[in-house]
């Protein structure tokens, strides 16, 4: 799932977007790639539901690409130290990085 640029979201921009990212896995439970790199700062209630039980239960990782800079890793690493998944979760600088440590969890 890729976030456009200085995309601001709402709840049910939220909803929408991890509705079709669960429709394109046919409801399979399969890792899923976010990228940030050029979004904007979630609300908290955004926040809160991308970190919800929803995502737990229909994906099994969560890769993260954000900006490589020291502000989008510290504003991810605030985010996955608050959202406490339950799933394995990891930020990358490149999707291509992403990509290959999500493939491990294709099969769970």
Known sequence: MRIKRDASQSLDDAAQN?????LVTKEERRPILVDIREATPLEDDV???YSGR???ENFTALAMVVD???FGRM????????AQLGIA???FATEGDAVAWLLSFRSQ
Request: net charge positive; no cysteine.
């Open 75 to 82: 504003m991810a690493n605030v985010y996955l130290g608050v």
């Open 68 to 70: 490589a800079g020291p």
């Open 47 to 49: 926040r809160r539901f």
């Open 89 to 91: 979760t990891r930020i």
């Open 54 to 56: 929803i995502v737990v």
């Open 18 to 22: 991890l509705a079709a990212a669960i």
